[in-house]
């Protein structure tokens, strides 16, 4: 990675880990903005912000389904909390069908974040940790816990029909909660962890399909829909601007 970023990745307790994928402190050091591509990679981010003499931010950014080119202003520092979906319902409590390829602002004090956790990322994550666990109730609908978790342990790659079928929830319920509550369908949002799937392969060279992609046509088009590039030019990576390739770990 470019010595002006840096980047450290903790994750989740056992006990919240069914809703949160990880936290993650991004800064850049230096003293000149740095333009970076964001991928779409299926999660939910509560992003906490500061950039030089600009305000302290709270910030919830919603499912991307396009790569979104933005600047990484000088000095900037953000803790980041990354979500699975299941927390959309059982720690936010709302729908974010509204925020697809978008972001809301949130009040500054949110969760009651505050400057001096920005500078002290274990006190961060620590604190974040106890306040998701007092928002967890005590159950959570089975089917949608079985789905998810099908979901992730076979990175998107199981058809809808699939899911339906292992979890007893018709296609047409899933799909309606999946627009309700996320702004899109569930092949939809499959696609999405099929692609981030293949990030650590590409990283390695392997530019060719490595998950269930039909052939290896099919799977420069998903490369290309979803990143805006040919996997070759995620694999250079020029100039650290694909961000979540310079800190696949």
């Known amino acids: 990675m470019n010595r002006d970023l840096n980047y450290e990745l903790v994750k989740p307790d056992k006990s919240i880990a069914e809703f949160v994928e990880s936290f993650w402190l991004l800064q850049n050091l230096s003293e000149s903005d740095k333009k970076i591509i964001v991928l779409p990679d299926g999660r939910i981010d509560l992003i906490f912000i500061k950039s030089g003499n600009g305000p302290f931010r709270a910030i919830l950014l919603g499912i991307e389904t396009y790569p979104d080119e933005v600047i990484l202003k000088s000095n900037t520092i953000m803790l980041v909390i990354s979500f699975k979906l299941l927390a959309i319902e059982y720690v ?8 697809l390829n978008s972001a ?3 009040p500054s004090d949110y969760w009651g974040v ?11 994550y620590k604190k974040a940790t106890r306040i998701i666990q007092s928002l967890l109730p005590s159950e959570i609908d089975s089917r949608k816990e079985k789905l998810f978790g099908l979901l992730y342990s076979s990175n998107g790659e199981m058809t809808v029909k699939e899911l339906s079928g292992k979890v ?9 909660y999946f627009n309700q509550q996320f702004g899109l369908s569930l092949k939809a949002y499959c696609n999405i962890l099929r692609f981030r799937a293949s990030f650590k392969h590409i990283k ?3 530019i060719f399909p490595q998950q269930k992609f039909a052939d290896q046509s099919h799977f420069i088009r998903e490369v290309k829909k979803l990143s805006g590039a040919l996997p070759k030019e995620l694999r250079k990576n020029q100039n650290d601007r694909f961000i979540q390739f310079s800190t696949l770990q």
């Open 168 to 176: 007893f929830w018709s296609s047409r319920q899933i799909n309606r």
């Open 104 to 106: 809301q602002n949130l």
């Open 204 to 206: 390695k060279g392997k």
């Open 92 to 99: 936010f409590k709302n729908p974010i069908s509204n925020l």
């Open 114 to 124: 505050s400057l001096t956790e920005l500078n002290d990322f274990v006190l961060f």
